[in-house]
T-cell receptor, first 112, second 114 residues
Framework: NAGVTQTPKFQVLKTGQSMTLQCAQD?????MSWYRQDPGMGLRLIHY???????DQGEVPNGYNVSRSTTEDFPLRLLSAAPSQTSVYFC???????????FGPGTRLTVT | KQEVTQIPAALSVPEGENLVLNCSFT??????LQWFRQDPGKGLTSLLLIQSSQREQTSGRLNASLDKSSGRSTLYIAASQPGDSATYLCAVMGRGSTLGRLYFGRGTQLTVWP
């Protein structure tokens, strides 16, 4: 199993540009989520999904959009990038039994 | 809202020491607690998961305990090694409407020197 994979690893955007961060998992996990990590702060939940076709907002959803058309993929879209969205983004999925969470390697995004 | 605090924020010890990292949380209605390790520029690696009904979990030189009623968890690392140098994150999963969501502390940055 590849586990949770994310692309790209690094990205630089200009203010106002849009882009999609990709996340995929091959563990057949129903629950997937997106977090952002900023210096001096704990990871914060952006959006999550409990299964294909079902998504919901987390703690900091503004400026981000998600959809879940398959169990494997959970892309995160930045609609109009802002410097405040400069961060490291982590995708995670969890098991349906113990609820243990598995994280991807992260995408480091800089918005200038 | 659940708040998770980790103390100390940073710790520097010589190789071979036994050490304790602390995590506290404000709402005891949790589903589980998970300890992660994060190396610089890398993702999170799960170390130990403790269900709310459990008191402790062990993996090799690591032992994590949970006292749900007092809102505390400790991660004990025995015989520390330079390879243990990393940031250690504590996260709790809520119950009910917040089931599945993780609430993270800011982490303890550990340096083990030879």
């Amino acid at each position: 199993n590849a586990g949770v994979t994310q692309t790209p690893k690094f990205q630089v955007l200009k203010t106002g540009q849009s882009m999609t961060l990709q996340c995929a998992q091959d563990m057949n996990h129903e629950y997937m989520s997106w977090y952002r990590q900023d210096p001096g702060m704990g990871l914060r939940l952006i959006h999550y999904s409990v299964g294909a076709g079902i998504t919901d907002q987390g703690e900091v959803p503004n400026g981000y959009n998600v959809s879940r058309s398959t169990t494997e993929d959970f892309p995160l879209r930045l609609l109009s990038a802002a410097p405040s969205q400069t961060s490291v983004y982590f995708c995670a999925s969890r098991t349906g039994r113990s609820y243990e969470q598995y994280f991807g390697p992260g995408t480091r995004l800089t918005v200038t | 809202k659940q708040e998770v605090t980790q103390i100390p924020a940073a710790l520097s010890v010589p190789e071979g020491e036994n050490l304790v990292l602390n995590c506290s949380f404000t709402d005891s209605a949790i589903y589980n607690l998970q300890w992660f390790r994060q190396d610089p520029g890398k993702g999170l690696t799960s170390l130990l998961l403790i269900q709310s009904s459990q008191r402790e979990q062990t993996s090799g030189r690591l032992n994590a305990s949970l006292d749900k009623s007092s809102g505390r968890s400790t991660l004990y690392i025995a015989a520390s090694q330079p390879g243990d140098s990393a940031t250690y994150l504590c996260a709790v999963m809520g119950r009910g409407s917040t089931l599945g969501r993780l609430y993270f502390g800011r982490g303890t940055q550990l340096t083990v020197w030879p």
